[in-house]
Structure formats: C-alpha cells, structure tokens
C-alpha cells in the first residue's frame, strides 16, 4: 500500500538503485516498506499492472482449457511432434 511522505520523512534517497531522487512516497507490505520517488513508483505501478493483466490472462486460459476438455473429452493438449 503505497502512502504520501510528509515533513523530515521526505529526507534522504529513492530506495532504487542509482536513482538518487528526493522520495516522496513509501511502499508498505507486512510491516516492512521503503521509500520512493514519483518516478520510481510510477514503475513499479507498471509492473504491478503487468501482473495483474498475466494472473488474469492465465486464469482464462486455464478456464478455456478445462472448457475444452468437458466439450471434447479430451485430456490436455499436446504440443507439435
């Protein structure tokens, strides 16, 4: 859960490697969180969309394999020999 960094907490370092920007938000998971610049978030949000659009794309899948299985009777799909 990302949050805004107020006052003194704004001071120091991006937690990304060679970034060196002023950070502006931090990133709490489990009790344990580092802060980061705008940009840097920025990336991370991108990441984190990108894994949520994989997570949802192999669901369906897995949801069109198990529909074809119940229409043909067949079990998995082998690849090219």
């Keep these: 859960m990302w949050f805004d960094l107020k006052g003194d907490a704004r001071l120091g370092r991006c937690a990304t490697e060679c970034c060196g920007q002023q950070p502006q938000f931090r990133l709490e998971a489990g009790g344990v ?11 991370i949000e991108d990441v984190q ?3 949520r659009m994989l997570a949802d794309m192999t669901a369906r899948k897995d949801g069109m394999l198990s529909y074809y299985e119940k229409v043909t009777g067949l079990s998995g799909i082998q690849g090219e020999q």
């Design 49 to 51: 969309a990108m894994q």
């Design 33 to 43: 969180g580092s802060n980061f610049c705008s940009a840097c978030r920025a990336k």
